[in-house]
T-cell receptor, first 116, second 117 residues
Framework: AQSVTQPDIHITVSEGASLELRCNYS??????LFWYVQSPGQGLQLLLK??????LVQGIKGFEAEFKRSQSSFNLRKPSVHWSDAAEYFC??????????????FGQGTTLQVKP | DTGVSQNPRHKITKRGQNVTFRCDPI?????LYWYRQTLGQGPEFLTY????????KSRLLSDRFSAERPKGSFSTLEIQRTEQGDSAMYLC???????????????FGPGTRLLVL
């Protein structure tokens, strides 16, 4: 069965420091991978997605992610974190099912805290 | 494009009562998804519609849960005889699935937070 693991439940970084959030997936075929961000009391906003092609994907708000098939990983990075980046981050894979359902399987999330 | 909207945003109910949530997707999006998110967890898929047809339901969706999407526009999720374990955030998402031939982004609404006392 498909699954997504985010090993870090909670991460604290200083403002201006670099950030890397880890995501590992389990999926037999070529995965479709996503990173979403959720601020308190709000829905999920898409940061970036990988379907095919270039394995380094650029997203909104200065985020990028790199797909590494050999490591089954899709880690999210940002060179310099801003206080407004404090939120919960979810990695997701599009699950396989009978037909093209598009349903997403999410990791349990990583909460990012930014220190001034 | 006004985004996905959900109503109500918050609902407090007593155990055993029925509740209904509404989701209005982005207009012209043919796919609509419902997810449930409990505290400290990622969203879990519940069910999805392609136009008005409900094409898949998770085993998480017990007999007390029912979802509809009449005329392929808005959707409702009803929970009958609520239990304390139903307390969660219920998220709706919509997308332009399949018709364009590729994977499409799901756009999420703000969610409905349910508390069952």
């Amino acid at each position: 069965a498909q699954s997504v693991t985010q090993p870090d439940i909670h991460i604290t970084v200083s403002e201006g420091a670099s950030l890397e959030l880890r995501c590992n997936y389990s999926y037999g075929a070529t995965p479709y991978l996503f990173w979403y961000v959720q601020s308190p009391g709000q829905g999920l906003q898409l940061l970036l997605k990988y379907f095919s092609g270039d394995t380094l994907v650029q997203g909104i708000k200065g985020f990028e992610a790199e797909f590494k098939r050999s490591q089954s990983s899709f880690n999210l990075r940002k060179p310099s974190v801003h206080w407004s980046d404090a939120a919960e981050y979810f990695c997701a894979v599009e699950g396989a099912s009978s037909g093209n359902t598009g349903k997403l399987i999410f990791g349990q999330g990583t909460t990012l805290q930014v220190k001034p | 494009d006004t985004g996905v909207s959900q109503n109500p945003r918050h609902k407090i109910t007593k155990r055993g009562q029925n509740v209904t949530f509404r989701c209005d997707p982005i207009s012209e999006h043919n796919r609509l998804y419902w997810y449930r998110q409990t505290l400290g967890q990622g969203p879990e898929f519940l069910t999805y519609f392609q136009n008005e047809a409900q094409l898949e339901k998770s085993r998480l969706l017990s007999d007390r849960f029912s979802a509809e999407r009449p005329k392929g526009s808005f959707s409702t999720l009803e929970i009958q005889r609520t239990e304390q374990g139903d307390s969660a955030m219920y998220l709706c998402a919509s997308s332009l699935g399949a018709m364009t031939g590729g994977r499409e982004t799901q756009y999420f609404g703000p969610g409905t937070r349910l508390l069952v006392l």
